[in-house]
């Protein structure tokens, strides 16, 4: 396996690391908030939002990153 290969599924495992954190970690907070009250728990809906933050922003991050490697690959065919 190249290390490209290697770093390509890296990201995409990464990916759907946070969309779990963030569906576990939401699931979580909505059953504790039903078990103990909302007064203590509301507060940890931080969790899963920062894990969509994090999720969208590696998806951002992979993107751009692509269309970089494109460009180099354009600008290397061109010389």
Not at 14 to 27: E, K, N, Q, R, V
Not at 61 to 74: G, S, V
Request: proline share 1%.
């Amino acid at each position: 396996m190249s290390q490209k290969d290697f770093i390509s599924r890296y990201n995409i495992i990464s990916g759907y690391l946070w969309l779990a954190i963030a569906a576990l970690s939401f699931l979580a907070v909505c059953y504790k908030i039903f078990t103990e009250g909302a007064e203590t728990w509301a507060a940890y809906f931080i969790v899963p939002a920062m894990a969509l933050i994090m999720y969208f922003t590696k998806k951002w991050m992979m993107k751009r990153m692509q269309n970089h490697l494109r460009e180099l690959q354009e600008q290397k065919e061109k010389k």
